[in-house]
Structures are given as structure tokens and as C-alpha cells.
Nanobody
Framework: QVQLVESGGGLVQAGGSLRVSCAAS??????MGWYRQAPGKQRELVAS???????IYTDSVKGRFTISADNAKNTVRLQMNSLKPEDTAVYYC???????????WGQGTQVTVSS
């Protein structure tokens, strides 16, 4: 059974930093990443990383956020620097299994950036 357990997040002032982490278990994953959903908006990709280390970032976080992974531990981290109020959202960990490419989600963690 695949499980994704998230940690981190919280409240920070604009310009500050936060880190969110996700530990996955129950399968081998080809990619992991972070999505976010702000109130009234659709869930969007923030950043993803493949098992080979290739990364993708949405334009609005490039240069501010860094995604990293430990494949041996099936963990992924998102370091968020220079946070802006518009980064406020629930952040969801996502993992895609190798082979069948099934997608799994964490429970979400709140990130709030005050102005």
C-alpha cells in the first residue's frame, strides 16, 4: 500500500523560507513532486523531480524554490525561499509509481505567507 507522509509548512512572513518534506513508501517511484492549491484556484504543479534527477519548476517559483530527492529513502523535499503571499496554498506531495505510472497524493500541508 502506497503512503505519502508530508511534514513541514506553516506560517512565515514574506521574504522568509520554509521547507516541506514527503516520505513515500509501498512502491518504487519514477517521479515525485509538489503541487499546490490556493483557495478558489486549480491545483498546479510547483516542482517535480524524476528518479534520474531531472527537475521541472513552474515559472513563478524558479530561482526561489529547490526540489531535491533521496531515492534510497523515497523522500522529496521542497526548499522555499523568498516566499511571497501568492505562494500561500495547500501543498500536496505527489508520487508516480514506476511501471504502471499510478499517481498518489499526500494529505496536504498548509503554507501561509503573510505580507
Amino acid at each position: 500500500q502506497v503512503q505519502l507522509v508530508e511534514s513541514g509548512g506553516g506560517l512565515v512572513q514574506a521574504g522568509g523560507s520554509l521547507r516541506v518534506s514527503c516520505a513515500a513508501s509501498g512502491s518504487i517511484f519514477s517521479a515525485m513532486g509538489w503541487y499546490r492549491q490556493a483557495p478558489g484556484k486549480q491545483r498546479e504543479l510547483v516542482a517535480s523531480i524524476s528518479s534520474a534527477g531531472s527537475t521541472i519548476y513552474t515559472d513563478s517559483v524558479k530561482g526561489r524554490f529547490t526540489i531535491s530527492a533521496d531515492n534510497a529513502k523515497n523522500t522529496v523535499r521542497l526548499q522555499m525561499n523568498s516566499l511571497k503571499p501568492e505562494d500561500t496554498a495547500v501543498y500536496y506531495c505527489n508520487a508516480v509509481t514506476r511501471g504502471l505510472s499510478r499517481s498518489y497524493w499526500g494529505q496536504g500541508t498548509q503554507v501561509t505567507v503573510s505580507s
